[in-house]
């Protein structure tokens, strides 16, 4: 059983944490470059947001809100 997470280790550590390891170097030479990446999915939830809101507005100017109804007394 140590053989199967040994494995699993040497997968993350040599495969999958590749691109980590290349930004982690990046940084030494250019921050902005390294962070370029944090930049697009900032740039990506601001227009997200802003189409929600643009959504939100467009629903509650068209009254189309569903109203709960009263039970009779």
Known sequence: MTEFFKGISWLFENVLFVPYDALR??????????NA???VFIIIGMIAFAYWCKQLKMF???DDEKTRSKPYS
């Open 60 to 62: 509650q100017d068209a």
């Open 25 to 34: 170097s990046l940084e030494l030479d250019s921050w902005w470059a390294a």
């Open 37 to 39: 990446i944090n930049f």
